[in-house]
Antibody
Framework: QVQLVQSGAEVKNPGASVKVSCKTS????????MHWVRQAPGQGLEWMGQ????????YFAQKFQGRVAVTRDTSTRTFYMEMSSLRSEDTAVYYC?????????????WGQGTLVTVSS | QSALTQPASVSGSPGQSITVSCTGA?????????VSWYQQHPGKAPTLMIY???NRPSGVSNRFSGSKSGNTASLTISGLRAEDEADYYC???????????FGTGTKVTVL
């Protein structure tokens, strides 16, 4: 069965960087985009960016461009989302979410979420 | 890209039907079939309930249905059950510089 298992909670100081992992299993990597979505405490969902099925092309919402990177390690089937220059407003739960096959534009499997807390 | 507009809360009694609306624009909800709905229980990750306006993934109850008219999409839950109490988010593909937008979220309460 399809599984997305994310790394544990992180606490970071303002200005630091964080790297969240999302280890996948149970499906063919090259058939699905992977997305990252975040949710601030008590708030709604916010789309951050995506990586293509071949793991070589990324795209991010404008507000995250230059500050977020997404990579993939094919050998371990693990995706990584790294965010730099953290500020308090980045405190949120970060989710990886698999897109439906054939660029279906919806997200059918989600990781359990990783809480990133930015505080001095 | 502004979030899609949903009512903050909707409630109903067990067995009743409720509808959650999701209003966007002619550049997102009105332009594409790619409107999805997600259910999120407290402290849990979202779960896909409806994709492409009205399609249910395997395993999702047929009590959940979706539709769209113009720039507004709707999620209907029939035969409301206690386990349906959760937050619900719509999402639309936009085709612009931020290709995906979510709704503001609706808390569904089963009275």
């Amino acid at each position: 069965q399809v599984q997305l298992v994310q790394s544990g909670a992180e606490v970071k100081n303002p200005g630091a960087s964080v790297k969240v992992s999302c280890k996948t299993s149970g499906y063919t990597l090259n058939r699905h985009y992977m997305h990252w979505v975040r949710q601030a405490p008590g708030q709604g969902l916010e789309w951050m960016g995506q990586i293509n099925p071949y793991g070589d092309i990324t795209y991010f919402a404008q507000k995250f461009q230059g500050r977020v990177a997404v990579t993939r390690d094919t050998s371990t089937r693990t995706f990584y989302m790294e965010m730099s220059s953290l500020r308090s407003e980045d405190t949120a739960v970060y989710y990886c979410a698999r897109e439906v096959e054939a660029a279906g534009k919806s997200f059918d499997y989600w990781g359990q979420g990783t809480l990133v807390t930015v505080s001095s | 890209q502004s979030a899609l507009t949903q009512p903050a809360s909707v409630s109903g009694s067990p067995g009743q039907s409720i509808t959650v609306s999701c209003t966007g624009a002619s550049s997102d909800v009105g332009a594409y079939i790619h409107v999805s709905w997600y259910q999120q229980h407290p402290g849990k990750a979202p779960t896909l309930m409806i994709y492409d306006v009205s399609n249910r993934p395997s395993g999702v109850s047929n009590r959940f249905s979706g539709s769209k008219s113009g720039n507004t999409a709707s999620l209907t839950i029939s035969g409301l059950r206690a386990e349906d109490e959760a937050d619900y988010y719509c999402s639309s593909y936009t085709g612009n510089s931020t290709p995906y937008v979510f709704g503001t979220g609706t808390k569904v309460t089963v009275l």
